[in-house]
């Protein structure tokens, strides 16, 4: 055993993490119906208006606004209606003085009109009149030519996520590809010679490798491309040789082998091949996590216990990874509720304490850091501070939920 020289606090595991980001620098060209939940990596400029003619923003009738003053219920205005004006053609009757024209929304503004009445304002007089019954502003219910974009704006900017909206501004001035960063590659890679891949039968002493799956399901999610690898073995060869089979990514995520006993040998692995950023966090779980430089790659130690790798994935790895790949930060939901049962933390670590929601109130989920139903079986988690110990049944306790 080489117990821990000392641990850091989460906050500054946060800020050595964030201290070396390397945000992905590589383009790709993606179309657009591809182009959702990437990040632009150029501005997007418009070469045409939206919308690209002025329009009708309501049924009703294209009249000019002079007209119809001063028009009431009780006294309507009488215009004859000159046209029928319905989308997807261009206008082609000129409006007059007492004259409009029917129109649908979306259809082209007539020259000459320069207010749409709404339908629900009129009465019909006939086939050709129509009865306007309140007064219309000059411009109401029209959407002017470029009104919404003009030719040379930029509607979407470089760095900026593609969230539906911006799909849509993109989608709005025609554009049919755009170029995008490319998302982080993450090599995942499990060790410990008991760790097998699914599908072959459990011989004694092996368990089935859980963390290559939350990691790349994370991953996934979170803007990042998991290569997920075999298991490695705990020798200093097959791990070197795993590191060979990580070139290319943008980020090296590795789990079990982290902590300090004589087979956990991922930190030999890192002072052989970079620079440890730190090692140790005084969380619970998760207190064996590095992080380092390997070979010029950010590299992250994971412990192996599935429920304290997948805890730090979602507060120490989604946070960077989501930095690399240029992402907003994620801000999961919390809720408030009364603790269901006393909950006793181990003093000096910051704990990820997860908990069930039931009949409004929060109840442990916690078992053990190797247990996956930790997490499996929870709905969210409530923080403990280093500084206590003892939450008492009945506190009003806040949840982030997964
Ligand atoms: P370690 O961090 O290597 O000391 O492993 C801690 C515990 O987690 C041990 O019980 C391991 O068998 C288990 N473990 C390690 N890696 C995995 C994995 N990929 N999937 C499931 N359990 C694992
Ligand atoms: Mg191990």
Do not use: W
């Amino acid at each position: 055993m080489r117990p821990f020289k000392s641990t850091i606090s989460l906050d500054e595991a946060r800020r050595r993490m964030a201290a070396n980001v390397r945000p992905v620098e590589r383009i790709e060209r993606v179309g657009l119906p591809d182009a959702a939940g990437r990040v632009a990596a150029a501005d997007i400029r418009s070469a045409v208006a939206v919308p690209p003619f002025s329009r009708s923003a309501m049924d009703g009738y294209a009249v000019i606004a002079a007209d119809t003053s001063p028009a009431t219920p009780d006294r309507p205005v009488r215009l004859r209606i000159v046209d029928r004006i319905y989308t997807g053609i261009a206008a082609s009757s000129r409006i007059g003085p007492s004259t409009c024209a029917e129109i649908a929304t979306g259809a082209p503004l007539p020259d000459g009109a320069d207010a749409v009445v709404m339908v629900e304002e009129t009465t019909p007089a006939g086939d050709d009149h129509v009865d306007i019954q309140a007064m219309a502003a000059a411009g109401q219910n029209i959407g002017r030519r470029g009104a919404d974009i003009s030719p040379g704006d930029i509607v979407v900017r470089r760095g900026e996520s593609l969230n539906p909206s911006r799909v849509g501004a993109a989608a709005a001035i025609g554009c049919v590809e755009l170029e995008v960063f490319a998302r982080p590659r993450v090599a995942v890679l499990s060790t410990g010679n008991e760790v097998i891949d699914p599908g072959a039968p459990l011989a004694p002493g092996q368990i089935y490798d859980v963390n290559r799956f939350t990691l790349g399901a994370v991953i996934a999610a979170n803007g990042g491309i998991a290569e997920a690898h075999r298991p490695a073995q705990d020798t200093m060869d097959a791990l070197f040789s795993a590191l060979d089979g990580c070139a290319g990514a943008d980020l090296i995520v590795f789990s079990g082998g982290s902590s300090v006993g004589e087979r956990d040998l991922v930190v030999d692995l890192v002072e052989a091949r970079g620079t440890m950023i730190f090692h140790g966090i005084a969380v619970k779980p998760g207190k064996p996590t590095a992080f380092a430089m390997v070979d010029g790659v950010p590299f992250l130690g994971m412990p192996g216990n599935p429920t304290s790798c997948l805890s730090n994935a979602y507060i120490l790895l989604v946070p960077y990874l989501r930095a690399t790949a240029r992402l907003p930060l994620y801000a999961p939901k919390t809720v408030r509720a009364p603790l269901g049962r006393t909950i006793v933390s181990p003093a000096g670590r910051h704990q990820f304490y997860t908990v069930r929601l039931q009949d409004g109130a929060a109840f442990p989920a916690f078992k053990g850091s190797g247990d996956i139903t930790s997490l499996s079986q929870a709905d969210g988690y409530i923080e403990i501070p280093a500084s206590e110990s003892t939450i008492q049944a009945g506190t009003v306790v806040e949840i982030t939920l997964f």
